[in-house]
């Protein structure tokens, strides 16, 4: 791959940038775009997205960290995204490297790159932006000239098939942890230590995991023996955590892209972490304890957004918005001061059990676009079992409450899939939707839409259901059929996931470090953009297994022991394996847990010293 300077790679991409795709994705001069002066920093660092500019653009993590870092004036922070099918196509025909966006750096002339693990789909994509940099994908095939490539974000919980690619992942929240990092990276630039040197000083910190000092072996069956750490390291690498979160840095002069991103419109974090324990959900378990910002920290943070990025909408996000002790209040507060502006409010979620109609008005008096509720399961057995504190009475309370409202366009979230679903279950999908449909009619909406969607349940890391297999791809899709035909109603649209995409997912989120081989091939055979249905390719996949004789199914389809070693046993979220297993058996029972913030503690381990104390409700 040719060497050139930034300005000679910038002048011969804006030759061709006008023949491809978005090509707004490629320049880097948005407002608020930040940028420094390369000989002024002493370490630079690229933020990398391993997915389309307009889908990391919508992330606020990228925001956090890119504006935190770059508030070091010892540090450079700038920013790179997977270049789409066609932008990476000009780049190989013409030899030249991936660069960042606000300098036209290549990415191989930065001290450090940091990739943000979202989703297990996009695992394909860091490999191809690594080769697309001429990086090389071995870390033990990088030299001292090389980057260090870093990686975070909820798949480090597990990490492992990306072990041998990555020099060290970062666990947890990084607004704390990672400056200390870069700092450590200074020092070996400016006093070099060797490379097993400098990684068992970077272990110190808490919540960085360096794979190469954790050595695992395997039983003859294939499942793991034991997972061994090096005396010099920590036997099990604990999270990183910011403990006062009304403190924690937040952007408030955010970058405004010139085209149209996924979540177009300013970003307000109200409160991190979120206590009502749902089985399946992984962000649940590993951004716990919950923690919120006061109103005054958030309006003072909303009057800033509003002067420096011109957006009319403001969501206030979180995990569970709904859920934020003063929601209500603040949302009158901002649409007080900023509503003569023309600025609005949004949730991007509403919670059956606690949907207020007037707040949802309020919110959306302009136009009433519709409402979305994820209630999860068709019956109320199987809510139980996967801890989802909602009723049938919840929801058509809810969406009745709503459609004498105005509202005509309701949109219902599903799984399938789930641990012990029967028939009966998928039928209360269709009946749930079908009563939602004619308690609208006969309220008098006229064009009535439900949309139903049904998404596949895929076991992830750190979660009660760890344990669980996935279900057969041949009894989902009859699942899937099933609810097709019996949902055929004109009021009535029903979408679902395609479970080819779901069981890969489920290969990776329950797999170990022999897939490294599986990712590297698969992106040598075309693999990229997985989790986009153009771009994935089935039968590539299942030739790559069976090429390199991988069982997909002893990752997605196996039922584990609760004394089986699981590949990230020694990476931890602070949610203990006594609780997740206690919680599994509640499951099995069908039995609720109660929210601790509303009750009693329930012993997950996230707060010290804090008694054990559960509360079982079928």
């Given at each position: ?11 011969q ?22 940028k ?46 997977a ?71 909820p ?125 399946f959900?992984?962000?649940?378990m ?6 919120e ?22 969501a ?56 979305t509720?994820a ?76 949309t ?14 760890q ?15 099933y ?10 649209k ?44 089935q ?5 790559g297994f ?9 990752y ?63």
């Amino acid at each position: 791959m040719s060497e050139l300077t930034a300005a000679e790679l910038r002048r011969q991409v804006e030759m061709f940038l006008p023949k491809v795709l978005k090509p707004s994705r490629y320049l880097g001069s948005e407002w608020n775009a930040i940028k420094k002066d390369w000989d002024k920093t002493d370490v630079h660092m690229a933020f990398a997205f391993p997915d389309v500019y307009e889908v990391g653009m919508s992330h606020l993590g990228t925001k956090i960290l890119y504006h935190l870092v770059n508030t070091f004036p010892e540090f450079l922070c700038e920013r790179v995204f997977a270049p789409w099918v066609d932008m990476e196509e000009k780049l190989r025909q013409r030899n030249l490297p991936l660069y960042t966006l606000e300098s036209f750096q290549p990415l191989k002339a930065f001290d450090v790159i940091g990739f943000t693990l979202q989703y297990e789909m996009s695992f394909t994509n860091i490999l191809n932006m690594l080769d697309l940099a001429g990086i090389p994908l071995h870390t033990e095939e990088r030299g001292a000239e090389d980057p260090w490539i870093i990686a975070g974000g909820p798949c480090a919980f597990n990490p492992e098939p990306l072990v041998g690619f990555v020099d060290f992942f970062l666990l947890g929240e990084s607004e704390e942890q990672f400056p200390q990092v870069l700092r450590l990276i200074a020092e070996q630039k400016k006093h070099p230590l060797s490379r097993r040197e400098f990684l068992i000083r970077v272990a110190q910190v808490q919540g960085v995991y360096v794979p190469d000092f954790y050595h695992v072996t395997y039983k003859a069956d294939g499942r793991i023996e034991d997972i061994k750490a090096e005396p010099e390291v920590p036997s099990a690498v604990e999270k990183a955590l910011v403990q006062d979160f009304d403190q924690a840095f937040f952007p408030t002069n955010p970058i405004v892209p010139y085209m149209e991103i996924v979540h177009d419109r300013m970003m307000l974090e109200v409160m991190r972490g979120c206590s009502r324990g749902c089985r399946f959900c992984q962000a649940g378990m590993i951004y716990r304890p919950v923690r919120e910002r006061s109103p005054e920290t958030l309006l003072k943070q909303t009057e800033e957004l509003v002067r420096s990025t011109g957006y009319d909408e403001i969501a206030l996000t979180s995990l569970s918005s709904g859920d934020y002790t003063c929601i209500q209040p603040i949302i009158r507060s901002i649409m007080e001061k900023h509503s003569a502006d023309g600025v609005g409010v949004s949730l991007p979620s509403l919670r059956v059990d606690s949907f207020d109609v007037d707040l949802a008005e309020s919110i959306q008096k302009a136009r009433k676009s519709g409402l979305t509720f994820a209630p999860e399961a068709g019956s109320q057995r199987l809510r139980n079992v996967i801890n989802k504190g909602v009723t049938e009475e919840n929801l058509l309370a809810a969406v009745g409450a709503a459609f004498k409202k105005g509202w005509s366009n309701i949109k219902l979230y599903f799984m399938v899939g789930l641990p012990t679903e029967t028939q009966e279950d998928i039928d209360g999908i269709a009946d749930l939707a079908k009563k939602v449909a004619n308690l609208g009619t006969q309220l008098g909406r006229r064009n009535v839409n439900v949309t139903v969607s049904t998404s596949i349940f895929v076991p992830k890391a750190h979660t009660p259901f760890q344990w669980e297999p996935q279900e057969s791809h041949l009894s989902v899709e009859q699942k899937q059929k099933y609810l097709k035909d019996k949902l055929r109603d004109r009021r009535i649209k029903y979408n679902y996931h395609d479970m080819k995409t779901s069981y890969l997912e489920a290969v990776f989120a329950k797999g170990d470090r022999r897939l490294a081989p599986l990712l590297e091939w698969a992106v040598k055979h075309g693999c990229r953009f997985d989790g986009w249905s153009e771009h994935f390719d089935q039968e590539t996949w299942m030739q790559g297994f069976k090429e390199l004789g991988i069982d997909p199914h002893f990752y997605a389809n196996r039922a584990m022991d609760y004394d089986d070693i699981l590949p990230w046993e020694h990476l931890e979220s602070g949610v203990t394996k006594r609780f997740l297993v206690e919680e599994h058996h509640r499951a099995l029972q069908e039995a609720r847990t109660i929210d601790c913030r509303y009750d009693v503690c329930t012993g997950c381990g996230i707060c010290p010293g804090r008694g054990v104390q559960i509360e079982l409700k079928g």
